[in-house]
């Protein structure tokens, strides 16, 4: 499986942007679809998860402001980001699961610059 990630760029403290993480294929009827990032300096950092089933959980520092999302039959994961602050510049990374399986995948990743 491999995974495309996409909708990075620059905007400005306040702005929102979407990202998209387009898998080549289902990974399985039982997974689970995430976002991390990447700041620079730093180590990378759970965003937000989602399960094939709905269930989603969402880092602190971003709850209220993004939202993760999932269509199944296109086997694509979306981050919509909202109230973007400065300190949500990284590299955004999408990562797939087998729940209960050893099989794990991760996306290239996608900037995000969020600068005045």
């Known amino acids: 499986v491999q995974l495309q990630a996409s909708g990075g760029g620059l905007v400005q403290p306040g702005g929102s942007l979407s990202l998209s993480c387009a898998a080549s294929r289902s990974i399985s009827s039982n997974s689970v679809m995430a976002w991390y990032r990447q700041a620079p300096g730093k180590q990378r950092e759970f965003v937000a998860r989602?399960?094939?089933?709905?269930?989603?959980n969402a880092a602190d520092s971003v709850k209220g402001r993004f939202t993760i999302s999932r269509d199944n039959a296109k086997n694509t994961a979306y981050l919509q980001m909202n109230s973007l602050k400065p300190e949500d510049t990284a590299v955004y990374y999408c990562?797939?699961?087998?729940?209960?399986?050893?099989?794990?995948?991760w996306g290239q990743g996608t900037q995000v610059t969020v600068s005045s």
């Open positions: 990562y797939a699961a087998v729940i209960g399986g050893t099989s794990t995948y």
């Open positions: 989602i399960s094939s089933s709905g269930f989603t």
